[in-house]
Antibody, heavy 126, light 108 residues
Framework: QVQLVESGGGLVKSGGSLRLSCAASGFAFSDFYMTWIRQAPGKGLEWLSYIDGTGSTIYYADSVKGRFAISRDNARNSLYLQINILGAEDTAVYYCARSHPYYYDSDGYSPVVDYWGQGTLVTVSS | SSELTQDPAVSVALGQTVRITCQGD??????ASWYQQKPGQAPVLVVFGKNNRPSGIPDRFSGSSSGSTASLTITGAQAEDEAEYYC???????????FGGGTKLTVL
């Protein structure tokens, strides 16, 4: 079965950096887009970034572009998110997810996130 | 505009039908997918495409779309359907993904 397990979260000081990891299993990792999504306490879901199976196509939300870097290691079935210059606004649960941004069937396009990890909490302190 | 707008809260009597809506320009070029999230848990995909459900999702969940509005309908709401619901789409011009702000569903 598909499993996504995030790690690397914790308490970090404002201005610091952090690297989140996601270990994937149960599917052909290199065949799939992967996505990072976060959720601040009591708030909604915020898409952050996605990467294609080869690592050659990457998109970032405008709110994090330049500070966040997504990458993957297909040999290790792992996804990463490097977060730099952390601020209070980055306090959130960070989810790793398997994504199909360009899912298409006979009816049309529909982006889909079909599997989610349980999330890793990042808390930024001043 | 690259935003998705949802009503913050909706309520429904047990066993009745409720519609949760999502508005945004991106929905003119792609269908929304919908996610259910219960407190302390990761979101779960419930509807995608024109009206498709993943395996294990009850058929009381259905999706529809018209113009720039997507809808998730729960026909015969159950107590276990009380949750936050999010719509999800992609901006076809930027290829950026987005989520709606979420709708908290209360089953009375």
């Amino acid at each position: 079965q598909v499993q996504l397990v995030e790690s690397g979260g914790g308490l970090v000081k404002s201005g610091g950096s952090l690297r989140l990891s996601c270990a994937a299993s149960g599917f052909a990792f290199s065949d799939f887009y992967m996505t990072w999504i976060r959720q601040a306490p009591g708030k909604g879901l915020e898409w952050l970034s996605y990467i294609d199976g080869t690592g050659s196509t990457i998109y970032y939300a405008d709110s994090v572009k330049g500070r966040f870097a997504i990458s993957r290691d297909n040999a290790r079935n792992s996804l990463y998110l490097q977060i730099n210059i952390l601020g209070a606004e980055d306090t959130a649960v960070y989810y790793c997810a398997r994504s199909h941004p360009y899912y298409y069937d006979s009816d049309g396009y529909s982006p889909v996130v079909d599997y989610w990890g349980q999330g890793t909490l990042v808390t930024v302190s001043s | 505009s690259s935003e998705l707008t949802q009503d913050p809260a909706v309520s429904v009597a047990l066993g009745q039908t409720v519609r949760i809506t999502c508005q945004g320009d991106s929905l003119r070029s792609c269908y929304a997918s919908w996610y259910q999230q219960k407190p302390g848990q990761a979101p779960v995909l419930v509807v995608f495409g024109k009206n498709n459900r993943p395996s294990g999702i009850p058929d009381r969940f259905s999706g529809s779309s018209s113009g720039s509005t997507a809808s998730l309908t729960i026909t015969g709401a159950q107590a276990e359907d009380e949750a936050e619901y999010y719509c999800h789409s992609r901006d076809s011009s930027t290829n950026h993904l987005m989520f709606g702000g979420g709708t908290k569903l209360t089953v009375l």
